[in-house]
């Protein structure tokens, strides 16, 4: 995962500058947040489409501080589980209770989890060390490490296959065997891999490399690629979700902040809209045709979609430095990880999404 500007990460860089420097950056972001925030967002535009989106609760991190990455669901057990980057720990929250159970401390910048069920494990990449660890859901005690060098990012796991994809170091997807925790095989790509989605029918995977500005198609069963798409008009493409019914792919790129959809067998151009800055996690929710996005700029936006058209129908206002999230369809929740900052402790927002011609 790209690591953001100090703008909106006043505590990343905090281990590598002195405290004058740090009190002035802080001093700088308090006077030009809200300046910011204007310029980021789509058009600077106020907030609307609340009844689209209802904020349920909010859960307290306490004792998280820095930038929180990726998050992942245990449904059997309605527990999630909470990348802090910055505070090298895995958080466990109880949803249940709406309560923070337990931390697993120790780690090297966390960036990419994912629950695995039938293992009962959740599998973390580390930024410093590159290692992938599985930990036991029970014990919270590591079972197996596995070694991929360095930058370890982005995870996907097909139960289908079971089969677990990570993206790591200067430009790689690993595919690793989820029963033996073995890996299969690398398929090496131009640059560092941000989001990438896979088929589960197919195996097709689709990478987006912000650093070689590309989208780059991988054949997940014969450890190749297959196309790469050089990306002309827009640049840090960081967020991909993908609609494998349609066919179609959500990429965020954020110079500028746009949304565009892409043909996912071609490649061609459906739609291109204005969207939130600084974005990091986008959803396609298949029941209610919406995609929804969260940013780093403080806002949510969610589109929908309607036979190939696309209307932004959602914007609101969130938190700084709120990039990632994680959509749960079964109970149409959104999880915002919301950082420490500016006084603010670091909390989980959860939002229920109302769907089209329901009435709640």
């Not at 004058?20 to 980021?40: D, Q, R, T």
């Not at 609101?316 to 990039?323: M, T």
């Amino acid at each position: 995962m790209e690591k953001s500007s100090a703008l909106f990460n006043p505590d990343f860089s905090s281990d590598r500058a002195n405290l004058k420097v740090m009190a002035m950056k802080n001093f700088f972001y308090g006077l030009l947040f809200p300046l910011s925030i204007c310029w980021m967002t789509c058009n600077g535009q106020a907030e609307f489409g609340g009844q689209h989106l209802k904020l349920e609760r909010t859960i307290e991190l306490s004792g998280v501080s820095g930038r929180i990455d990726h998050l992942t669901l245990n449904a059997a057990k309605n527990m999630l589980y909470i990348a802090a980057y910055g505070n090298n720990s895995i958080e466990v929250i109880d949803l249940s209770s709406g309560k923070l159970k337990s931390s697993i401390k120790g780690l090297q910048h966390p960036q990419g989890i994912s629950y695995i069920p039938g293992s009962h494990v959740i599998v973390v990449s580390n930024a410093d060390h590159g290692l992938l660890t599985f930990y036991d859901e029970q014990t919270f005690k590591s079972k197996r490490k596995l070694d991929l060098g360095d930058d370890a990012d982005n995870i996907r796991y097909l139960p289908e296959r079971k089969t677990v994809f990570v993206g790591y170091g200067s430009g790689a997807i690993a595919i690793i065997d989820e029963t033996s925790q073995k890996i299969r095989g690398k398929i090496q790509l131009e640059g560092h891999p941000e989001s990438f989605q896979v088929d589960p029918t197919s195996g097709k995977i689709w990478v987006n490399v912000p650093d070689a500005n590309l989208i780059e198609v991988l054949d997940g069963n014969h450890m190749k690629v297959l196309a790469k798409w050089k990306q002309q008009k827009y640049s840090s493409n960081f967020p991909m979700a993908y609609d494998h019914v349609g066919k179609q792919l959500f990429v965020v790129f954020r110079h500028p902040s746009r949304l565009v959809v892409l043909d996912s067998e071609t490649g061609e151009e459906i739609a291109v809209l204005k969207c939130t800055g600084d974005a990091d996690d986008i959803f396609y929710d298949s029941r209610s045709k919406r995609i929804l996005v969260t940013s780093g700029a403080g806002y949510i936006d969610i589109f929908q979609e309607k036979d190939r058209s696309y209307k932004l129908i959602t914007h609101l206002a969130s938190a700084a430095g709120a990039r990632t999230s994680l959509w749960d369809p079964n109970h149409n929740e959104l999880f915002v990880a919301v950082p420490k900052r500016l006084g603010h402790p670091a909390e989980l927002s959860v939002y229920k999404m109302i769907e089209p011609n329901t009435n709640h």
